[in-house]
Structures are given as structure tokens and as C-alpha cells.
């Protein structure tokens, strides 16, 4: 249980149980002692690129029916919204070209420093899969296939973080400010109109400012399973940190991180209710 790669967290009763999965791959900060030797990346580099404090944003929403699934394993071990084999030879010896430097495997840092002090050994990389990637994502998989058997649909929110300017990593580093709420949904094909609609009242009832699928789609959980077809609804929903931490010293604002806890628990019960209905 102590490097345990993600927690699951259940509504307390199954009367309250929604339709609704709470997704969040990037808040853990922990690597654990098997991958400690193959990393260079700093532990500032480790929070810094972590979505920090996502998971207490919404801690309460399996309260109101929700299940969460929640890393705690650092991306810089394996990236759980990134595919498995999106690997480069420069990152691990079995990968492939080109590819991305920030694929399942960090090689570079946002900053562009190294990571890793060489490329992965094959086995290296597979126990990398085996004993992070591949169980999230199978717990995953679990929790959409209950949903579907029992409300005829799955839908996951999946929660993000992103600083709030924009940085080199992600080709636009001329320091703009980005919008407050980003929702991803890859130009609205991976969820249903009223999920990605929903998303998007909430945020300006609250005064907040919404720029859809800028700069962030959504990643691998948005593409992947967002199959509106098949009744599974995937809204990516990135947060700037401005709204509720010190992003130079990673400490949760007093008063904000509060508002925004209580606004990311309505999102959570809204797109719950709208899950059954």
C-alpha cells in the first residue's frame, strides 16, 4: 500500500453511486525506490510538473457518487495519460521514431532538462508498464465497463492542472497568460454536447475564463476511451494553478484553494447528475 501506483476511492453507497469517473494521472509525486536510479530530473522538477493538489481539489466527490481514481506515482515514472507505446529511441532502447521527449517515458523535463540518465533498458521500461501503467489503466477500463453495465454509460472527468503561463515545453513560450478553465474534448468529439456545455457554464458562473481545447485537447484517456458512440464521455478539464496555489513556492493559496475545492466538488456533482439523468 505505501508505493501502491493509485488509489480508488468508491461512493459510500451504491444507491448514490453516478455514472461519473473522477480520472487523475498526474497529482502523485512519488518514485518509488526501483526507478529512483534511472532519474535525474529534480524533485522541483518532480512538483513542478506534477498537477499538484488536484487530488484534494475534488477529494469529496465519491461523496456525492463519483468513483476516483487517483495516481500517486510520479509521471516521471510512467506518464498514464500518454499511450504505451509512445516511446522514442532516445528515451528507452526498444522505442521508436520519431516520438515525443514527454511520451509514457520523460526524458526531458518542461524545462528541457534531462530526466533520465540514459535511455531505458527494455526491461526497464517493461516493469515501468507492468507495475504502474498497465494496472491504472486496467483499473480504469474496470470502472467504464461497470458503469456501462450499470447506467448504460460512463462518463469521466478528467482532472488536470496546468501552469498558468504558457511554457517552452508546449511550443508557446512567449509567457502568455492561458484562460482559467481549459476543457478538452478534441474539438468536441469526446463527449456528448451537454457534459462539454456543463463544464464550460460552470466555469463562467463562476467568472472564470474558458478556452476550449487551448492549449490542451486532452491526451491519451480524452482520444482513447471518449467514444460518444458507445455511451463512454471524456471531458479533459485543465485548471491554472494560479486559482489556488503559489506557483513559485507550490503552497495552496489560503481562502482560494477552499473556493476552488468547493467549485471543482459542484463540477463533480453537476456532470454526476447529468451522468443519470
Given at each position: ?33 526501483p526507478f529512483m536510479p534511472e532519474l535525474l530530473a529534480s524533485a ?56 515525443s521527449p514527454r511520451g509514457v517515458v520523460w526524458r526531458m523535463t ?168
Open positions: 500500500m505505501r508505493d501502491a501506483p493509485f488509489l480508488l476511492y468508491e461512493p459510500p453507497s451504491t444507491a448514490s453511486e453516478t455514472a461519473l469517473i473522477v480520472e487523475i494521472p498526474h497529482a502523485g509525486v512519488l518514485v518509488p525506490a522541483r522538477a518532480i512538483g513542478r510538473d506534477a498537477d499538484l493538489y488536484v487530488d484534494d481539489l475534488y477529494e469529496e466527490a465519491h461523496l456525492d457518487g463519483a468513483s476516483m481514481l487517483v495516481a500517486r506515482t510520479s509521471r516521471y515514472v510512467a506518464d498514464l495519460n500518454r499511450a504505451a507505446d509512445d516511446v522514442d529511441a532516445q528515451s528507452a532502447v526498444s522505442g521508436q521514431v520519431p516520438s518542461t524545462e528541457g532538462d534531462r530526466a533520465l540518465t540514459g535511455p531505458l533498458r527494455k526491461d526497464a521500461l517493461e516493469l515501468r508498464l507492468e507495475q504502474v501503467y498497465r494496472p491504472y489503466h486496467a483499473a480504469l477500463r474496470a470502472l467504464i465497463r461497470r458503469k456501462l453495465s450499470r447506467f448504460g454509460r460512463a462518463v469521466i472527468l478528467a482532472a488536470h492542472s496546468m501552469p498558468s503561463n504558457a511554457r517552452v515545453a508546449h511550443g508557446d513560450d512567449d509567457g502568455r497568460v492561458r484562460a482559467d478553465v481549459v476543457p478538452g474534448s478534441r474539438g468536441r468529439t469526446s463527449a456528448a454536447a451537454k457534459y462539454i456545455d456543463a463544464v464550460d457554464s460552470h466555469a463562467r458562473r463562476r467568472g472564470f475564463t474558458v478556452a476550449h481545447d487551448e492549449p490542451y485537447k486532452g491526451g491519451f484517456t480524452t482520444q482513447h476511451y471518449g467514444r460518444p458512440s458507445d455511451n463512454v464521455h471524456v471531458v479533459q478539464v485543465e485548471l491554472a494553478r494560479r486559482l489556488y496555489m503559489n506557483e513559485a513556492t507550490y503552497r495552496p493559496l489560503p481562502g482560494a484553494f477552499d473556493e476552488v475545492r468547493a467549485w471543482c466538488r459542484d463540477l463533480a456533482r453537476l456532470l454526476g447528475e447529468l451522468s443519470v439523468q
